[in-house]
């Protein structure tokens, strides 16, 4: 076996590597792709001389796992065995990617000849979340949006995938071409090959309810291999389910681009389980470093060590970590996945994980035209539909009150308000603070005064906030699939005293009759937590938009 001795010095043209362990330069063979903006790279990290292993891949995925697992950690980011090794990893990847005439058609029809075009970033994304992009330049940033964007365009049942773009912005710094960045990726939703144990391999989750489940898996299984650590966040008083929901944006969120890339290197061999391991690994070593002491916040604290975690630990030591938990296998993990997921489809609606910051649209890509809202812009109208029922996706917005131009009082609010529905109350406070309900029901109720002070409206309402994280909380029968109080029932109340929304225990959403004051609590009827800091809130401004079916 020959070794290639990389010098870093020249690596801003991107050093070129024989496939045959000499030194002799083998075209398109680059260690990162010009979509990298390698002078931010070199300023941000410490990149020694690198011993580039040429070792011809083995051809068995058991004896290519093994090989991965104990050469990876050696590799520094520089290594020119990268770019070769994901290219052939992920030409293995069997799924429904489409070939590049495809590809290069529907990216003209969505940005134009030249790329004047410029359509929002699909839904499937997450477009909440402040993303890593790690390295790459602008130009690298744009491929990532044509590539989310055409895969989203010609794959429509893939409706949910949070952390498609930071795993797409990792494989543009290694592989050459950006059509083969989207059949990497397409592949890895859509991944329909097996093992040579004739076992399913997932790299990716593709719609809301498996994600659901696959939360639900790494929960089960830091209850089994990390048993201290787990019994350390039930003791703490912290909302457990909520801090693993957020397990995966620990590797994609917060650890440092070169651990990022070496979890990488294994998972395209081996897929989720890997992700799984690493999540445990890191959980573990978490409750370790903070030596029983807890943080006054558990999330923030673990996302903390995450980011630091170089730190404290080398890349070596959190692999080794993962790989040695026993019986953590792929078969186990599908086990508990498919229980999970059956379990959510027998009650009929996802699981919301109400303050996770990576919830989003429950179906696909929406075009919204541009509605002139004193209170939100583009991009919260647009999670705001991604929100409502399917069958109103495609239903257009429209501003029917406005406190600023139809007065503050409710009566004029009932009165604007009584031919729409359903319709989406929005509200804005002295401090800033957006949130609302969506209603299912017209507001003309209140021309029956026996109805007024009734309770009205039926379980697809919703709560939410958009400040400072957008958060939706459902009604609580859509997750609980017990018997339900008439307290937990309570969605809509209205005279022209008051307007209320959401009871039992507190109102979830109070507005007076001058739409001056109001007060949001806990209520049973959504789960909710108050939408605003202080409970008690002024109002600057009222909306509420309605929604109106696109003419032909």
């Known amino acids: 076996m020959k070794v290639f001795i990389y010098d870093v010095s020249t690596f801003e043209e991107g050093a070129k590597v024989g496939v045959n362990g000499d030194s002799k330069p083998a ?96 839904t499937v994304a997450d477009r909440t979340v402040q993303f890593p992009s790690y390295f790459l330049s602008q130009g690298g940033l744009c491929v990532v949006r044509r590539v989310v964007t055409v895969l989203s365009y010609l794959h429509p049942d893939i409706t949910w995938c949070p952390v498609l773009i930071p795993v797409t912005c990792v494989m543009l710094h290694y592989l050459q071409e950006e059509i083969k960045v989207y059949q990497a990726v397409a592949n890895m939703l859509t991944h329909t090959g097996r093992t040579e144990k004739g076992e399913r391999r997932t790299y990716l989750m593709d719609t809301r309810l498996s994600h659901e489940a696959m939360n639900r898996v790494f929960c089960d299984l830091a209850k089994r291999y990390a048993k201290a650590a787990y019994g350390f966040l039930k003791g703490s008083g912290c909302d457990v389910d909520s801090v693993m929901s957020e397990w995966i944006w620990w590797i994609f969120g917060a650890l440092p681009f070169e651990y990022v890339v070496h979890v990488v290197d294994c998972y395209l061999v081996e897929g989720l389980k890997v992700l799984y391991r690493v999540g445990v690994a890191l959980l573990d070593k978490w409750h370790k470093q903070i030596n029983g002491a807890p ?28 790989f040695k938990i026993r019986n953590l296998s792929r078969k186990l993990c599908s086990t508990l996945h498919q229980r999970h997921l059956a379990t959510l489809q027998r009650k009929g609606a996802p699981a919301i994980t109400i303050d996770s910051p990576t919830h989003t649209a429950t179906h696909g890509s929406i075009a919204l035209s541009p509605v002139e809202s004193s209170i939100l812009n583009h991009a919260q109208i647009h999670q705001l539909w991604c929100w409502l029922p399917q069958r109103f996706s495609l239903y257009e917005p429209r501003v029917v009150y406005s406190s600023s131009e139809d007065g503050y009082h409710l009566r004029n609010l009932y009165q604007k308000c009584a031919d729409n529905q359903p319709l989406v109350l929005v509200i804005k406070t002295k401090n800033d603070e957006v949130f ?38 459902p009604w609580v029968g859509v997750t609980d699939g017990g018997d339900l109080s008439p307290s937990q029932s309570m969605f809509i109340s209205a005279d022209y005293t008051s307007l209320v929304i959401g009871g039992g225990d507190g109102d979830g959403i109070f507005l007076d009759q001058e739409m001056n004051r109001g007060h949001t609590k806990k209520c049973k009827t959504f789960n909710n937590a108050p939408l605003c800091i202080s409970g008690d809130f002024h109002c600057v401004s009222v909306e509420v938009l309605g929604l109106q079916q696109e003419e032909d």
Not at 35 to 49: I, T, Y
Not at 71 to 98: E, F, Y
Not at 443 to 471: H, I, Q
């Open 295 to 322: 943080p006054s916040d558990v999330r923030q604290s673990i996302q903390d060590f995450c980011r630091n975690i170089s730190s404290h630990f080398p890349v070596k030591d959190i692999l080794k970590k993962a």
């Open 436 to 473: 609302g309900a969506f209603i299912t029901e017209s507001l003309d109720y209140t021309a029956d005064k026996n109805k007024s002070r009734a309770y009205f409206g039926t379980g697809e309402m919703f709560l939410f906030s958009l400040t400072p994280v957008p958060v939706r909380y």
């Open 27 to 122: 075209e398109g063979v680059l260690v990162f792709t010009t979509w990298v903006d390698k002078g931010l790279l070199q300023r941000n990290l410490s990149l020694p001389h690198a011993e580039v292993d040429l070792t011809h891949l083995p051809s068995r995925e058991k004896d290519l796992k093994k090989y991965i697992r104990s050469l990876s950690w050696q590799w520094d980011l520089t290594n020119g065995v990268r770019p070769g090794l994901w290219s052939q990893v992920v030409a293995r990847i069997q799924g429904r990617a489409h070939q590049r005439e495809e590809y290069e058609q529907c990216k003209k029809s969505l940005f134009g000849e030249r790329g004047e075009m410029s359509p929002p970033l699909p």
